[in-house]
């Protein structure tokens, strides 16, 4: 069993990477060809948020009660619409 990697450190030097999720609305739409206007009518959900998933722009928090709605509705994975990056290289 590996070690878990902190993202606390109390050094003020160093800053680890320790990724980032991104949210992959767009193109699970695109390969589905459902509009955000058919998404928003399927889950109930309104135009502004699912607007905001699918640019990606704003997303801080998850609401899993909308990821478990478009998942239900487009029938998929939540590997389908967030995908965890992490790149050693990165800053």
């Not at 767009?26 to 459902?34: E, N």
């Not at 206007?37 to 990606?56: E, F, M, P, Q, W």
């Amino acid at each position: 069993m590996t070690e878990p990697r902190s993202i606390v450190s109390y050094q003020v030097e160093q800053v680890q990477n320790y990724g980032s999720v991104k949210v992959k609305l767009a193109q699970l739409l695109q390969s589905r060809g459902v509009t955000r206007n058919r998404l928003s009518t399927l889950t109930g959900v309104k135009y502004a948020i699912i607007d905001r998933y699918y640019k990606a722009e704003r997303v801080e928090m998850a609401d899993l009660d909308f990821l478990a709605k478009v998942c239900y509705v487009l029938d998929c994975k939540i590997e389908d619409v967030l995908e965890y990056d992490f790149s050693e290289n990165a800053p």
